[in-house]
């Protein structure tokens, strides 16, 4: 089995040149400069537009007239005025109106951006009230967690310490009071202490001696 011979490709079809023609400047719109100029004014105070200055074919049977802008802050902007007509038929239309800058118009300057534009003084200042800021704020929040801090009271002991510092606060509230008094101490009898049997400590004491002396006795 013999192999197919393999395909060629076909070569690109050379590319065919489309030579674009000027438009050509159409007699009867390039005579209205009058239909033009009414247009304008339209939009414009008539001190402010001036001579004409050129028409231009940007279609077929369609022309731009351009007029003098006599507008403060615009040197060198010119009116305009695009007018056309169908074929076969010699009526004007005015179909836009407006100002254009021309080659010798006074244009805002290109936009540089901030980083480019600005001066090194300039950024050494914009440096300086940052890092002054920065301090100012680290200053606040130093004596705010200070004066936090100094509000805050001290932690109870966990040692039973806590009835000591009770017996301090009773002892503040009255002077008179013994030291080492606490709340749960027995209170003193008024005419003398009673042996557990009820007896006087004299008759308790007695009766003792005389249990022990049968004793020493025998």
């Known amino acids: 089995m013999t192999n197919p011979e393999p395909e060629t490709a076909a070569a690109p079809a050379p590319r065919r040149r489309v030579y674009q023609r000027a438009p050509k400047l159409d007699a009867v719109l390039a005579e209205a400069i009058e239909r033009a100029r009414q247009g304008v004014l339209e939009i414009a105070p008539a001190d402010q537009v001036g001579r004409h200055v050129s028409a231009v074919a940007e279609g077929e049977r369609l022309v731009v007239h351009r007029f ?14 695009s007018v056309a007509r169908v074929p076969r038929s010699k009526h004007v239309t005015v179909c836009e109106v407006g100002l254009l800058p021309s080659g010798q118009s006074l244009l805002a300057p290109d936009w540089v951006p901030w980083s480019e534009r600005v001066r090194p003084e300039e950024a050494a200042e914009a440096r300086e009230a940052e890092a002054a800021e920065a301090s100012t704020d680290a200053e606040a929040s130093t004596e705010a967690s200070t004066e936090g801090s100094a509000g805050i009271p001290a932690p109870m002991a966990q040692d039973g310490s806590d009835e000591t510092s009770d017996a301090a606060v009773v002892s503040e509230e009255d002077p008179e009071a013994p030291e080492g008094r606490s709340g749960d101490s027995a209170e003193m009898p008024e ?7 009820g007896q006087p400590d004299g008759e308790a004491g007695a009766a003792g001696s005389a249990d022990e002396a049968p004793e020493a006795n025998g």
């Open 191 to 197: 005419h003398g202490s009673e042996s557990a049997a």
């Open 68 to 81: 003098e802008a006599r507008v403060p802050g615009y040197g060198g902007w010119q009116w305009f005025a």
